[in-house]
């Protein structure tokens, strides 16, 4: 279902967010994201002289490497299009995220590490759903491969049919409250409503 009609309006900037993820032939997983800033309008810009309407304001690309364990094992950053000149000269800090673990606190220790005049205030933010996306692409594949193992060792085996697992995503949110009907069905053993 769409949003609403909105109200008349003008169409002024667009910022879009792609996140890819990738498992690679030596077992680790690529994540990439990359952030663009959109203007429906020309403008001059002291450093980049006239900006043309669709032309990137902001254009950047990270490229987080992890393991299994979701910790970072190599970055790569990449500034395409900034506001100004130098903005690219702080991509190599990146590799200052190498070795934290994406999960709970990443976004302090990421502002610990190259928050401020250290790092980007787009790079930070992109680092969110990079995050995100690593939960997405690695999680349900280790669980799939974890299940096929377990049947393959045991396919009598009454537990084969779920891997087992913590359950990280309880009360994270209202899809995932510990009362709700997705846990009932998903982690029963973790449900908390009436039986």
């Not at 890819?20 to 002289?49: M, P, S, V």
């Not at 299994?68 to 990449?78: G, H, K, N, S, T």
Request: proline share 7%; charged share 25%.
């Amino acid at each position: 279902m769409p949003l609403s009609r909105p109200a008349d309006r003008d169409h002024i900037h667009t910022r879009t967010v792609t996140c890819q993820g990738f498992r690679r032939k030596d077992g680790l997983w690529d994540i990439e994201g990359h952030i663009t800033d959109i203007k429906t309008y020309a403008f001059t810009n002291d450093d980049r002289g006239e900006i043309p309407p669709g032309e990137p304001v902001h254009g950047m690309w990270i490229r987080v490497t992890i393991g299994d364990d979701l910790v970072i094992r190599a970055v790569e950053a990449v500034t395409d299009y900034a506001p100004f000149h130098g903005c690219d000269a702080i991509t190599p800090n990146y590799e200052n995220l190498v070795g934290l673990k994406l999960g709970p606190g990443l976004r302090k220790q990421i502002r610990d590490r190259v928050g401020g005049v250290h790092g980007c205030t787009h790079l930070n933010e992109l680092m969110g759903p990079v995050a995100t996306t690593a939960f997405q692409t690695v999680f349900p594949i280790l669980a799939r491969e974890s299940l096929e193992a377990k049947k393959q060792d045991d396919p009598s085996d009454e537990g084969a049919s779920k891997p087992a697992r913590r359950m990280p995503l309880i009360n994270t949110c209202h899809g995932w409250r510990s009362d709700g009907a997705a846990v009932k069905r998903i982690a029963p053993e973790f449900y908390t409503g009436d039986k």
